[in-house]
Each structure stands twice: as C-alpha cells, then as structure tokens.
C-alpha cells in the first residue's frame, strides 16, 4: 500500500519569510496530493492540492509543487503570517482506492 | 458554505462498551469515509462507503467496527466493545467523487475510553 513520509516534523519561521515542508510517496499510481492545515483541536481543512498532471500550482502565499519522477512533492508557504501556525499534512490517493494516506504531520510555528 | 457535522463532539465512555458516532455528510456528497487521529499522530483512513456499502477498509476497521447510513442523510459509526486504544479523534469525511477530489472534513468527534 501507499506510505507517505513527511518531513520535518516540526519547523519554527520568523514571520516573513518563508516555509518548504516535504513529502514522498511510493506508490506510483498515486495522483492526488492534498495537503490540509489542522489548527489545534479543529478539523483538518484543505488549503491546496495538486494532480499528476500538473507540475506546480499557487494559490496566492501557498504554492505545491510535484515531481512524479522522484516521487516527491512539496509545500511552500510565503511571508508567513501567526496564523499560519498550525500542523501540515500532507497526503496521497489514486483513482483505484477509496482513501487518503496522511504524511505523519509537520508543526509549524511563526515567531513574531 | 455545506459543512460535515458530527456529533457527540466529546465523548467518554468505559472500556466494553458500545458507542455510536454519528456524522451528517454535505448533501451532495457520495462518498463517505471515517478516519481517527490517536493523540498527536497522523491521520488514519478506516473505511469507505459508497452506494451503501463497504468499498474499503483499512485493517484498523475489524469485526468490532461496523458503519451505517440508517437514512438519507446519517453516517454512522459503531464501535461494538471499546478498548482503551480505540480513545482518539475521529473524524468523518465525505466527497463529491473517490478519493482523489477534496475530501471535507467533520469537526471530529473526541472519544475517550476508561
């Protein structure tokens, strides 16, 4: 089955500058890859998300990226805000099964 | 904007007990999933339901697990006799189409075995 490694697993950033958290997968047929953003006891919520077919997409500060060779993909986060403070998942499905696989979560905190 | 609503948001209960968790998926929606986070972990898929069955299941989902959609409108998850590590937060999800279009989420619902 899919597994998705998430890295880091936490990341402090002053605020204004920027924010890279990494994901791989490693089922090759996988070609959806949301990532959602958890505030402490909240839901997880969808803030982007990226198909196989598409190397990169942007959504004004947030930006993910895919290279399916590597199998690798990435979020980036620009002139980060406090409220960006929150965990990151990222995650991974494809169209022959019915489920999301989460990455293991990244902490981020934005030092004011 | 349609939200998952889930309910109890909290609930406590003893170890061998039954409890039903039960979610309200956005109306359109035809797919429907659970998922549990134990505390401070990832996100862990248990089971997926579309046209009123079972389409996949994780092996976290055994024999004590059962889910329901008792009418047009209610997902519900059953868990027969709770153990102390079935205590997490789980979360129902629904989607337009399979899993690989947005899946929303409920605002969970905490449960603690003692």
């Known amino acids: 089955g899919e597994n998705v490694e998430q890295h880091p697993s936490t990341l402090s950033v002053q605020e204004g500058d920027s924010a890279v958290i990494k994901c791989t997968y490693s089922?090759?047929?996988?070609?959806?890859f949301p990532w959602y953003k958890q505030e402490l006891g909240k839901r997880p919520q969808l803030i982007i998300d990226i198909r196989s077919n598409v190397g990169e997409k942007k959504d004004q500060r947030i930006a993910v990226t895919l290279n399916k060779t590597a199998k690798h993909f990435s979020l980036h986060i620009t002139e980060t805000q406090p409220e960006d403070s929150a965990v990151y998942f990222c995650a991974a499905a494809d169209f022959g099964n019915e489920k999301l696989t989460f990455g293991t979560g990244t902490r981020l905190t934005i030092i004011p | 904007e349609p939200e998952v609503t889930q309910t109890p948001s909290h609930q406590v209960t003893q170890m061998g007990q039954e409890v039903i968790l039960r979610c309200v998926p956005i109306s359109n929606h035809l797919y429907f999933y659970w998922y549990r986070q134990i505390l401070g972990q990832k996100v862990e898929f248990l089971v997926s339901f579309y046209n009123n069955e079972i389409s996949e299941k994780s092996e976290i989902f055994d024999d004590q697990f059962s889910v329901e959609r008792p009418d047009g409108s209610n997902f519900t998850l059953k868990i027969r006799s709770t153990k102390l590590e079935d205590s997490a937060m789980y979360f129902c999800?629904?989607?337009?189409?399979?899993?690989?279009?947005?899946?929303?989420f409920g605002q969970g619902t905490r449960l603690t075995v003692v």
């Open positions: 999800a629904s989607s337009e189409a399979r899993a690989n279009t947005e899946a929303f």
């Open positions: 089922d090759s047929a996988s070609n959806y």
